[in-house]
């Protein structure tokens, strides 16, 4: 768990990506299903032993090389299965996904960057933020509670390339993508290492 292979792969023909972990197979996965009443009863269900609910969470996610990050409604949490060198989780103090409000919601969003501007201040190479959210176990969640996923990379963004004469700037990416071409030079294969606490928390 401490050290993880993560594997970047290119098609230039279609220029399509693949980000491959081995270690994410390995997830705790809940059922899946789509309906309405799926949904409500996951929902009850996944309440009674959640490790992202408040009285759980301290002790069953890990912090990662930052340290836990927290605020009146959200808080990070190290992920064990990672797709890229920084990788963390910010997840609500609210377990229903679909409850959340805009305030909520605001705020995951806003402590994801802090993480991604601490990360950045740390590492300036590492400087394109990109979030996932992966919300109920169909879409890939191993976990129901209400998260979304954060990584900072030094690659660029997935599936895009940087052009070959960057704009100047400095701090995070703001993602601009007048500044990006499809990368169609080689087929290549990147790999990544990352480390983790042996205690990570499973998305």
């Not at 950045?120 to 890939?140: E, L, T, V």
């Not at 191993?142 to 990379?153: D, K, N």
Request: proline share 5%; charged share 25%; glycine share 4%.
């Amino acid at each position: 768990m401490r050290q993880q292979r993560i594997l970047l792969l290119q098609n230039v023909l279609t220029r399509e990506q693949l980000i491959f972990n081995p270690m994410r197979a390995r997830r705790p996965m809940p059922r899946t299903g789509s309906d309405a009443e799926f949904t409500k009863d996951e929902l009850k269900r996944s309440m009674a032993a959640c490790d992202f609910c408040e009285s759980a969470y301290r002790q069953n996610t890990a912090e990662d090389a930052l340290g836990r990050m927290e605020t009146t409604l959200s808080y990070t949490a190290a992920n064990a299965f990672k797709y890229d060198g920084w990788h963390t989780l910010v997840a609500s103090r609210k377990h229903d996904p679909l409850a959340l409000s805009e305030a909520e919601l605001v705020d995951m969003f806003q402590l994801a960057f802090h993480w991604a501007r601490r990360v950045h201040q740390r590492h300036p190479r590492f400087k394109f933020p990109q979030i996932i959210w992966d919300a109920m176990p169909k879409s890939g969640a191993s976990q129901v509670h209400t998260h979304l996923q954060m990584t900072l990379s030094d690659k660029g963004y997935y599936a895009w390339r940087r052009s070959e004469t960057p704009r100047p700037s400095t701090g995070l990416d703001t993602g601009d993508t007048s500044s990006r071409t499809c990368s169609t030079s080689t087929t290549r294969s990147t790999s990544r290492s990352s480390t983790t606490g042996p205690h990570s928390s499973p998305t």
